[in-house]
């Protein structure tokens, strides 16, 4: 039976293999050794209708429980406006290919600008990339980045208090690279300062990575750091939540170089981790050193204003072994995502956003220490939409409580310490739900 | 009395004094490249030996590693290709991109001259 | 269209006091003092503040200067932009997966893990692997996830001096630059004039510090490595991994196994080979393979089957590593299994052979006016040396943009680096011949244009929203921010 997107019958076929002065389609394989051929089907399903794959995805979904959405730990549940949505689904956005060809791509090129210049202001810094591919990899690649700048420094130093997994992914890379990597202890929550000053000291640091909020959510003070960092030439990266700079300092203020992080706090799905968006930004004297794609512009023959990928000498279809970074592409139509977002919820709205998020913790927060069982783990310490409990219940059976009333709890980090985090989208009710249930324990 | 030396990747170097010399790409080289935008120049003060990179010239579509003819410290970098890379098409033998002191000048024996950069270029095409 | 009317950027459609998003109020109470003013940032963002509907007026009118696959045919080689079924869509947009945060109980999870299971089954079917990770996000994220594999395998023998690998030629860029940030130090190995690896020149390179060799298998020119079983017996002798880069995997449908090939380590292009689509950019996603014996290798998390048929998530600790926040593109897996069921064994193994007979016949009807360097039956794609008539001077990149005026997207130019005009064609197989044979009318019109009248194909594209960007002011000035765009104006 002919298949839905494949569309030739046994007469073109037929007429093509004439053409091509051949009989049949294995004679096409000639060229290929007969025992590395395959010499049965793959052991797979046969073909299936739209509404047999309908079933099957639905048996899977079924098992499947979303929750109301007490977690981050980097990732959080916002609306997604429904406008989006339909635009990320418009074919010739979603089908077209990197923008190799400007005169029939200026619809990606342009939103990528857009997006750029977003990024550039949501975080303080005069130049973005086109984006990468998660927040933890732009981290990676921030690490890399800073080695490579400083030619003859190869160390790194990375605090205890950026993301978990987002060390883990450094700690990767780094390890392969070459680069060395080193892990700055934390004191009560935030980054210990001496520590770093004393890194610092020994003078064969290439770049810093610090994050804020920070891995129990504590907002961090970077007062004076850039400029320790800066005068032992080192670079400063700051690795934050994209959604969060509509109301804290920015790392341009901070002073850094680069900043880094994820944007999928710009509404984006949570998806059960990904497509996300990681991005990079930094200061005019990296612009030849930032990884990835670039949109810059330009203008034509009839002298329109235009845009084009730029920069792409530097880049590894050309650069090979020597460019700045392996990565080929970007996360193309997330970025026109964060673009379409941070356009419809606009600059009061994003700051309203992060209101109700930080309103929302306190509230869970106030319930939970109610019930005499909870209390903040760093009660000094700043925090914006997430903060770290220390608990004296089982925490793995408060989650499945929770979760068995579709509750998602927050992120265990320690075995008596929770982190719990809140955006516009839980309501008092939901609140009062989750204090409820911790309190039965 | 100025001398000019050449590589098999198209540098070449003028020694002027006191094993002072610059160093740029020919004139062959910035026509392979095209349109220069960006130089990638070391600091001064860096040294090299004979045969490392010392930075990087890139055109729209491509990019080249700039190599180092002879053991040297930088003493001077052309800033002024910082603003305005494409001097090196106007001129390049003019539009030097370091000038070095020489480490050891008996290295320069082992380079091209005109003649044999020119026949070089020849045999390549 | 009017792009006058439409041209603008978002900024400068953005009026004071606009909304396009109604917030929901929750009435929770929040002390205007929360955050320390010296944690603040003080200053506007200046975002857009644009209503819905101008909004999507403007994101609507940019997309019509776009082309996608759903536009016309996109015959960029090693790119295999083949359609994207729209049910994959529908499937991953499903609410009860796209919900799901990464950070949920395994026991509310069961069935998203499931389907990576699923999947990741799928592929190594299809792969000859005993097993795959979907974490890797993108192609050379999967190559990086490869080689760093590679690595951990060596190290934990004990085998540390193993710090090069070899790559062909002809190999994408990516390779070496992939190679690169692995620390790995990149040996070139030369071609024969037929175009596939030399062997002699292979065995000559291999030592005990050789990582790995680097292949796609058929190459960049679309030609079949005949001689692979011997290059992998070559590879392991000399201790060495072979490594699939499975961008080329297309072709292999039902036809061939890497892993029968005698490849230990592979990743695959869901974005190309099955069907997702390529967003612009991305995101894809670059599911990594391994033979049996090296899975203890993968990235963490791994998602396991129990014996009871349920499924958790586990941290291994002899991995190379993390190499995502969790588990990848996950919706980009969901569109890659469902375009799997759809397509099912008999689809896919006829993909493959379709796409080498599109293939096939768009070179035998060119060859009289394209330059043809490797003669042969190709796979997937070829390579042309440019037009057999040079005298007029029309070049590649001529006709490249020529081809932009008729409605194609232009090949892939001036790669592989083996030839001067390189022009690489990849038509996939879900092409009919009625597309094939226009392209192919407008291919051959264009090379009789290029003789009698060039320059119209030397000043293409004709057509388009814009002509002639100037690559080199962008270059030269970079201006990457409206910001900048807006200081340079004043």
């Not at chain 2, 970098?77 to 030097?96: G, H, K, Q, S, Y």
């Not at chain 3, 509310?108 to 999947?119: N, W």
């Not at chain 3, 588990?327 to 069921?341: E, F, K």
């Not at chain 3, 070049?395 to 022009?423: M, Q």
Request: a negative charge; glycine letters at 8%.
């Amino acid at each position: 039976m002919a298949h839905p997107y494949l569309p030739h019958t046994d007469a073109d076929i037929e007429k093509m293999l004439g053409v091509c002065g051949l009989k049949s389609l294995d004679d096409l394989l000639s060229v290929i050794p007969g025992e590395l051929r395959l010499s049965r089907p793959y052991k797979l399903p046969e073909a299936m209708s739209e509404p047999e794959v309908r079933r099957f995805f639905e048996s899977l979904a079924r098992k499947c429980q979303p929750l109301t959405c007490f977690a981050g730990n980097g990732f959080y549940d916002h609306w997604t406006p429904s406008a989006i949505l339909s635009l990320i689904a418009r074919s010739e956005f979603l089908t077209a290919y990197t923008p190799y060809q400007p005169e029939i791509s200026q619809g990606t090129l342009q939103y990528i600008f857009e997006y750029q210049t977003i990024m550039s202001r949501l975080t303080g810094l005069p130049i973005s990339n086109a984006s990468l591919y998660d927040g933890a990899t732009a981290t990676a690649e921030a690490a890399l980045m800073m080695v490579a700048s400083a030619r003859k420094k190869n160390r790194v130093l990375i605090s205890a208090t950026v993301n978990k997994a987002v060390r883990e992914v450094v700690a990767t890379y780094c390890k392969y690279h070459g680069a060395s990597l080193t892990e700055v202890a934390e004191a009560d929550g935030v980054t210990s300062r001496q520590a770093i000053s004393a890194e610092l000291a020994k003078g064969d640091v290439a770049g810093v990575i610090v994050a804020t909020p920070n891995r129990y959510g504590i907002v961090e003070d970077y007062t004076g750091l850039a400029d320790e960092v800066h005068a032992v030439k080192a670079l400063l990266a700051v690795n934050c939540v994209a959604s969060t700079l509509a109301i804290l300092k920015t790392p341009g203020q901070w002073g850094a170089d680069i900043a880094v992080g994820d944007a999928q706090s710009l509404g984006m799905p949570l998806s059960f981790g990904g497509p996300y968006l990681g991005f990079m930004t930094a200061t005019s004297a990296l612009m030849r050193k930032i990884p990835g794609r670039i949109v810059g512009a330009t203008t034509d023959a009839n002298g329109q204003r235009s845009f084009v990928l730029t920069l792409q000498a530097r880049e590894q279809h050309i650069r090979r072994e020597k460019a700045t970074s392996n990565i080929c592409s970007n996360q193309g139509l997330m970025a026109l995502f964060a673009a379409a977002y941070t356009s419809l919820v606009g600059e009061k709205g994003l700051q309203e956003i992060n209101r109700q998020g930080a309103a929302a913790v306190r509230a869970l927060v106030g319930r939970l220490e109610a019930t005499g069982k909870f209390s903040k783990a760093f009660p000094t310490r700043p925090f914006l939409n997430e903060v770290a409990l220390k608990t004296s219940v089982n925490i793995d059976e408060l989650l499945q409580r929770l979760a068995d009333n579709d509750i998602l709890g927050g992120v265990k980090i320690a075995d008596d310490m929770l982190l719990v985090a809140a955006t516009e989208m839980q309501s008092a009710d939901d609140i009062d739900r989750y204090a409820a249930i911790a309190a039965q324990l | 009395m100025e001398k000019i030396y050449y590589t098999p990747t198209h540098e070449y170097l003028r020694v002027v004094e006191n094993d002072e010399a610059y160093v740029g790409i020919t004139d062959y080289a910035q026509h392979a490249l095209g349109n220069v935008v960006y130089v990638d120049m070391p600091e001064v003060g860096d040294e090299f030996s004979e045969g490392d990179d010392f930075g990087a010239i890139e055109s729209v579509k491509a990019a080249s590693d700039l190599i180092i003819p002879a053991s040297g410290e930088v003493i001077e970098v052309n800033e002024a290709l910082t603003d305005n890379p494409r001097l090196i098409n106007e001129n390049a033998m003019e539009a030097w991109i370091i000038k070095i002191k020489l480490t050891d000048p008996a290295e320069l024996d082992s380079l091209m001259d005109l003649d044999a950069y020119n026949q070089y270029v020849e045999s390549e095409q | 269209m009017n792009r006058q009317l439409y041209s603008p950027l978002i900024f400068e459609l953005s009026q004071p006091g606009r909304r396009g998003c109604r917030i929901p109020d929750n009435h929770l109470p929040l002390a205007d003092d929360f955050l320390a003013a010296n944690l603040l940032r003080g200053e506007a963002v200046n975002l857009p503040e644009v209503d819905e509907p101008t909004l999507v007026r403007h994101y609507n009118n940019q997309s019509t200067n776009n082309f996608g696959v759903d536009s016309g045919f996109y015959p960029l080689g090693s790119c295999t932009m083949k359609y994207n079924p729209k049910i994959n869509e529908e499937m991953a947009a499903d609410r009860r997966f796209a919900a799901l945060h990464p950070c949920q109980p395994d026991s509310t999870v069961q069935g998203a893990l499931e389907l990576y299971y699923d999947l990741q089954s799928a592929l190594s079917e299809i792969g000859g692997m005993a097993e795959f990770t979907l974490n890797p996000y993108a192609g050379a994220h999967g190559e990086l996830t490869g080689l760093m594999i590679i690595r951990a395998y060596h190290n934990s023998r004990g085998d540390l001096k193993r710090t090069r690998v070899i790559i062909p030629d002809s190999a994408h860029g990516t390779n070496p630059a992939s190679a690169a940030v692995a620390g790995l130090e990149v040996v070139s190995v030369k071609s024969y004039p037929d175009g596939t690896v030399d062997v002699e020149a292979l065995a000559e390179l291999l030592d005990d510090t050789i990582a790995a060799v680097m292949m796609t298998n058929p190459n960049t020119l679309g030609i079949f490595e005949h001689n692979i079983p011997r290059i992998a017996k070559l590879v392991h002798d000399a201790g060495a991994l072979l490594y699939y880069d499975g961008a080329n995997l297309n072709p292999m449908l039902g036809v061939a196994r890497p892993g029968d090939m005698g490849f230990d380590v592979m990743h695959i292009n869901l974005h190309k080979t099955f069907s997702t689509p390529h967003g612009g950019g991305g995101p894809g996603a670059g599911p990594v393979g391994v033979r049996k014996g090296l899975e203890q290798f993968l990235p963490n998390p791994r998602v396991e089957k129990l014996a009871d048929g349920s499924f958790r998530r586990v941290d291994n600790p002899e991995s190379m590593g993390r190499i995502s926040s969790s588990l990848g593109n996950y919706a980009v897996a969901i569109r890659a299994l469902s375009y799997i069921l759809t397509m099912g064994c008999d689809g896919l193994a006829a993909a493959g052979r379709l796409a080498i007979l599109n293939a096939n016949y768009i070179k035998e009807r060119l060859k009289d006016l394209y330059l043809l360097p490797i003669e042969g039956i190709c796979m997937h794609e070829f390579v042309f040396d440019g037009l057999r008539d040079k005298s007029t001077g029309v070049t590649t990149l001529n006709v490249a943009k020529r081809l932009l005026d008729h409605g194609y997207h232009a090949p892939t130019i001036y790669f592989p680096l083996l030839f001067h005009e390189s022009l690489m064609i990849e038509p996939t197989e879900t092409e009919s011949l009625n597309i094939i044979d226009n392209f192919i009318d407008v291919m051959r019109n264009i090379a009789i244009e290029a003789s009698n009248d060039p320059e119209t194909v030397k000043s293409a594209p004709h057509n388009t929203p814009i002509s002639h960007p100037d690559d080199t002011a962008a270059a030269l000035k970079p201006v990457v921010t409206f910001d900048q765009l807006q200081r340079n104006d004043s």
